[in-house]
C-alpha cells in the first residue's frame, strides 16, 4: 500500500511512519499543504492521511481542492479538535473518515483498511506465500483454492508473520501489535489465536512454529 | 425568563387612560359650553320678544286731552303666547301709580332711563319669571311725565326647551366621548404596535441567531434597538469565543498527547526489557486517560453550553445511528464483536444533531469497551407508540445491582469498570442530551441476561 501522511507535527508524523513502514507499507511524508498538493500530484497513493490543523492553511482547504479535482484516493482526517462540534463538517467535505487524536494505531489501521475495502481494493495487494493466497483487504485467506473468512486477529496475526517470513515474534510483541493498551490481554491469548491459525494454514505448505523461549515463526515447510 | 420580570404597568393601558381621560374632560367641556349657548341662546330670543311686546304696547300709549290713553294691541301678548303657554303679566305705571296691569308685579331694581328697556329675571307668585322694563319721557299739561310699561312672563316653557336641549348637549358630548374612546384604543394599538412587533420578530429567532437587529423601527424606539443590537454583538462574540476556546483546548491538549502516545507505542515495538516494557505501557495508559478524560469533559462543557439552547431541525435517528454503527464498525472489528443495526423506517424527531449524535456515540463507545473479545451488540432503533427508541444491548456482563441514577452520575463508574480505561463522564452526557431533549435514558439487564441494555428514548414532536 501507498501512504501520504500529510502532518506538520514531526515527532507524530516520525511514529506514524514507521508504523506504518513496519506494516510493509510505503509513506511519504508531507509537512504542509504545498507538500502535500505536490505529492498527490505526482503519485497515485492508495490512501491520504491528513492533519486539520497545518502552517500553510486548513487541511479542509487541500481536501476541498483535492475532491475538486476527482481524485479518488480516501482520505481519513486526523483531528485534535473537539468531536462534538467538527466531526461533521469533516465528512461533508468529503473526507472518508477522520479519527481523533491521539489514536490507537491498531484503530488507525482498522479504519485505514475499513476505508480500503469500501473503495474496493484491488486484487494486487494479494499476498502469496507457498500454497495460500492472502487478501488483507477482504480478510480472506485461500488455502489450495479453498477460501477461509479469518477473524480480525486471525487476519492481523497472519499479516504480521507475512510481512517478516521466517522472523521470529515474541508472544510480547504480539500482544502489542495485536491488542489495544487499555486492556488486560494475557499472553496466553496469543496462543489462542496461534493455534486457530495452525488450523487454518493445514495444507497450505506454511506453518507457525514454536520456537521455544522466543516466540513464533512462519515459515515454508 | 418573563416570570421573573416585574411589569410597571402596561404603555398601552396607560396610554389608553389617558386618552380616555382627555376625551371624558373634552365631552364634558362640549356638553357644558353647548348648554351654557344654548340657554343664552333661548334668553335672548325671549327677551326679544317680550322686548317687542313692550314696545307694541308703548307705541299704543297715546296722549289726548292731556289724558294718557293705552289700547293694548291683541299682538302684544299674543305674541308671547307663541313662544309658549307660559303665563304672561303687564304692568303700566306713570309717575308711581299703576295704570292698568298687575299691582303687585315687582318693579326692577334698575333705573331705566326713558327709551331704553332693562331685564330681570324675578320671583312673582313663587314663579320665576322674566320681565322687560321700557320707559319713556311723554309731556302732559306741559309736565314731563315717564310711563313705565313692564311685560314679564313665567319661564317653564323656556326651562321644558332647556331641559330638551341638555338632553341633546348630553347626548352630543356622550356620542363624542364614545368615538374618542374607540380612537383612543385604536391609536394606543396602532402606537403599540412597532414594540410588538420587534418582540414577535425576537421571539420567533432560533437560539443561534444572533444577526442584529435591522427592521425599521419608530425613531422613539431606536436607542433601545441599538442597545439589543450592542448586548446581541456581546453575545455573539463571547459565544464563539467559549465554542472556539472548547475546540481549541481540545486541540491543546490531544496534539502534544498524541505525539507522546504515538512514540512510546513505536518504542514498545522496538524494546525488549520487560520493566522498560511494563512501564511504556503504564505510559499509554495513563495517556490515554487523561485523553479521554480531557475529550469528554470538553464534550460535556461543549454539551451543557448547546444543552441551555437546543439547536433543533428535524432528525431520522434510524440513519442516525445506522451512520454511528457503521464508524465503529472498524473498533467493533478489532475485538470481533459483531455489531449489528436493526431498524425499520422512523418518523422524524425534532432535535440537536450534533448532541444526540454524541450520546448515543458514547452509549456505543461504551458498549464496545466493555465488551468481551467475539461477543455481539446488537443495535436497534423502532417507534414505541409516541417515542422512538434507541436500545443497545450487549453481552458485557451488565451493570450488576446499580440503578440509571446511580451510573449517570459524574464520575461514577459501573463495578466492572475496574482495568478498563473510561471517565466515568459518557453515560452523564447521554443522559443529560436525552433529558434536554425531553427523553429518557434506562439501563436495565439485556433479555438473555449476559449484558446491558441501554434504552434512549427520544419523544416525538
Known sequence: MRFLLVEDNISLATAVLDRLRMDGHVVDHAANIAAAEDYSATTDYDLILLDIMLPDGDGRAFLRSHRSRLIETPVIVLTARSEVSDRVGMLDLGADDYITKPFDFSELEARCRAVLRRHGGDSSNQKRFGNLVFDPMAGTLSVAGKTITLRNKELRLLEIFLNAPDRIFSKPKLVDRLFSYDEDVSENAIEVYVGRLRKHLNGSGVEITTVRGMGYRMSLT | ?461
Open chain 2, 1 to 461: 425568563m418573563s416570570d421573573a420580570l416585574q411589569t410597571s404597568g402596561s404603555l398601552r393601558r396607560r396610554l389608553t387612560l389617558q386618552l380616555v381621560g382627555s376625551a371624558a374632560f373634552l365631552a364634558m367641556l362640549l356638553f357644558f359650553v353647548v348648554l351654557a349657548f344654548a340657554r343664552d341662546v333661548a334668553q335672548q330670543t325671549h327677551d326679544s320678544i317680550l322686548l317687542a311686546s313692550a314696545t307694541s304696547i308703548m307705541d299704543s300709549v297715546s296722549v289726548q286731552a292731556d289724558e294718557v290713553t293705552v289700547d293694548i294691541p291683541y299682538a302684544a301678548l299674543s305674541m308671547l303666547g307663541n313662544v309658549s303657554d307660559d303665563r304672561v303679566f303687564y304692568r303700566i305705571a306713570m309717575r308711581g301709580q299703576v295704570l292698568t296691569g298687575y299691582q303687585d308685579l315687582p318693579s326692577t331694581s334698575q333705573s331705566v332711563r326713558s327709551g331704553h328697556s332693562a331685564f330681570d329675571t324675578l320671583v312673582y307668585k313663587g314663579d320665576s319669571i322674566r320681565m322687560v322694563t321700557s320707559s319713556r319721557r311723554l309731556s302732559l299739561n306741559g309736565a314731563p311725565a315717564d310711563i313705565i310699561i313692564s311685560v314679564a312672563q313665567t319661564r317653564e316653557g323656556q326651562a321644558t326647551q332647556l331641559a330638551q336641549l341638555a338632553r341633546s348637549a348630553l347626548q352630543l358630548g356622550l356620542g363624542f366621548f364614545l368615538v374618542a374612546t374607540v380612537l383612543a384604543f385604536w391609536t394606543a394599538q396602532s402606537s403599540i404596535r412597532p414594540l410588538k412587533q420587534l418582540t414577535e420578530a425576537m421571539s420567533r429567532r432560533g437560539p443561534k441567531d444572533l444577526r442584529p437587529v435591522r427592521r425599521p423601527v419608530p425613531s422613539e424606539m431606536v436607542p433601545l434597538v441599538q442597545s439589543l443590537n450592542q448586548f446581541i454583538a456581546r453575545l455573539r462574540v463571547s459565544l464563539s469565543r467559549s465554542e472556539d476556546f472548547i475546540a481549541e483546548a481540545a486541540h491543546r491538549v490531544r496534539t502534544p498527547l498524541a505525539t507522546v502516545r504515538a512514540q512510546a507505542e513505536i518504542t514498545l515495538l522496538r524494546v525488549d526489557k520487560p520493566e522498560n516494557r511494563a512501564s511504556l505501557r503504564e505510559m499509554i495508559r495513563a495517556i490515554d486517560e487523561s485523553s479521554r478524560a480531557a475529550g469528554q469533559l470538553l464534550d460535556h462543557a461543549m454539551v451543557t453550553f448547546r444543552t441551555d439552547s437546543l439547536e433543533r431541525e428535524a432528525i431520522d435517528l434510524g440513519d442516525l445511528t445506522r451512520e454511528l454503527v457503521d464508524r465503529l464498525h472498524p473498533i467493533a472489528e478489532l475485538k470481533d464483536i459483531a455489531l449489528t443495526f436493526d431498524g425499520s423506517p422512523l418518523p422524524e424527531i425534532s432535535g440537536d444533531q450534533i448532541l444526540i449524535q454524541n450520546a448515543v456515540r458514547n452509549i456505543l463507545d461504551n458498549a464496545i469497551k466493555y465488551s468481551p473479545y467475539e461477543s455481539a451488540i446488537q443495535v436497534s432503533t423502532r417507534q414505541v407508540s409516541h417515542t422512538v427508541l434507541i436500545q443497545v444491548e450487549d453481552e458485557a456482563g451488565g451493570f450488576a445491582d446499580m440503578d440509571t441514577d446511580a451510573l449517570t452520575q459524574r464520575f461514577i463508574r459501573g463495578k466492572n469498570a475496574a482495568g478498563t480505561i473510561g471517565s466515568g463522564l459518557g453515560l452523564t452526557i447521554a443522559r443529560e442530551v436525552v433529558e434536554a431533549h425531553g427523553g429518557a435514558l434506562i439501563i436495565e439487564t439485556s433479555g438473555s441476561g449476559a449484558g446491558a441494555c441501554v434504552s434512549l428514548s427520544f419523544p416525538l414532536a
